[in-house]
């Protein structure tokens, strides 16, 4: 008698994919067929880097900065690929052009791959390269964007520099998934972590700003540099606004006037209450709104735009 009767021979992978179009080991595949091993250390150690740019209206935003930000990543992780920026570039685009997405959310990854002989050494790992574009993805839902989110300001401590580089954009996500659930325990959308000082850090994905008395503040250690920060900066150097990193205390955040996080899954999205509690008047401040509106207009400007090249459908 078999011990194992209830089991198939082949595995039949019943569940759907988003649709968009990824590439791996040479090729572009549907989304459903893209696959990796099992045994890549980016799967079983996380040992991974990754990014992710947007294209809005069939215009990436600032690939550029997001590949320099990559390809720094690789290198404080010992990773290389036999693709340079320029070739990246170029399968990026063919990914967004190929499936025919004018607004997607493309993620780009560089995993420790596999060794042959599952040796534990990473430098016997030949490193894996994945990109795929699939349907533009936010933070935020379209309900939660329209009446601003409810953040949990949670005491979960973001994995500490000393530990991790968190300028390097990694998949160490296990903290921010506890963040998470102690949030939804009370019945707020997403969270946010400390730092170990107990001042802000940041939550799943995104960067957080304050404003306050005309000023803006954001966290400064402890925290992944978001092309959609940086974008915050250059915004507010044009409006002149004050804007400034620093570190920020909890209570600081919720004396706040306005709140909104950043990330390029959603861009920047108004918070308007903190565990539940209203923040200012409870409604989408005027700054976030007016950063906002010059968010997506930059997503126009040749500075920081670049067009991807549909193939013709006769
Ligand atoms: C990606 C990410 C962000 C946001 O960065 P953007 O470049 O603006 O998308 C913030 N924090 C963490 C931990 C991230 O992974």
């Known amino acids: 008698m078999s011990i194992l009767p ?25 989304m459903a067929e893209a696959k990796i091993s099992v045994l890549d250390y980016g799967f079983l150690h996380s040992d ?63 995993t420790r ?19 795929f574009a699939i349907p533009f993805g936010s933070v935020a839902n379209e309900e939660q964007r329209k009446r601003g989110l ?8 973001r994995i500490p520099p000393a530990s991790l580089d968190p300028t390097v954009k990694n998949y160490h996500w296990l903290d921010m998934v506890r963040a998470l659930y102690a949030g939804y325990a009370i019945e707020a959308d997403s969270a946010v972590l400390v730092d170990q000082e107990g001042n802000l850090s940041e939550g799943p994905g995104f960067n957080i700003f304050v404003v306050r008395d005309g000023e803006i503040l954001t966290p400064k250690g402890s925290v992944l540099h978001g092309i959609t920060r940086q974008t915050i900066f250059d915004i507010c150097a044009g409006l002149n606004i004050p804007c400034e990193e620093q570190a920020i205390p909890v209570d600081v955040l919720k ?13 920047v999205m108004a918070v308007t209450r903190l565990d539940g509690q209203v923040v200012g008047d409870g409604m989408i401040g005027t700054i976030t709104q007016r950063i906002t509106k010059c968010y997506w207009d930059m997503h126009t400007d040749a500075r920081y735009a670049s067009t991807v090249r549909y193939p013709d459908i006769a």
């Not at 040796?119 to 390269?129: I, K, L, M, Y």
């Not at 006037?257 to 861009?267: K, M, N, P, R, Y």
């Open 113 to 131: 791959g596999t060794s042959p002989t599952f040796s534990r050494d990473p430098r016997d790992a030949e490193n894996r390269f994945i990109a």
């Open 150 to 157: 409810n953040l949990a300001v949670t005491d979960i401590l």
């Open 255 to 267: 004396a706040a006037d306005e709140v909104f996080i950043t990330s390029t899954a959603g861009g």
């Open 6 to 30: 209830a089991l198939s021979a082949r595995h039949v992978d019943h569940r759907s994919y988003p649709v968009g179009v990824a590439y791996m080991d040479g090729q572009y595949l549907p």
């Open 48 to 110: 991974a880097t990754y990014d992710v740019a947007h294209v809005w209206k069939g215009n990436f935003f600032r690939l550029d900065d997001h590949l320099v930000r990559f390809c720094r990543g690789m290198e404080q992780l010992h990773m290389s690929v036999p693709y340079d920026k320029e070739q990246m570039r170029e399968i990026l685009h063919n990914c967004v052009a190929l499936s025919g997405l004018k607004d997607a959310y493309v993620e780009f990854i560089c």
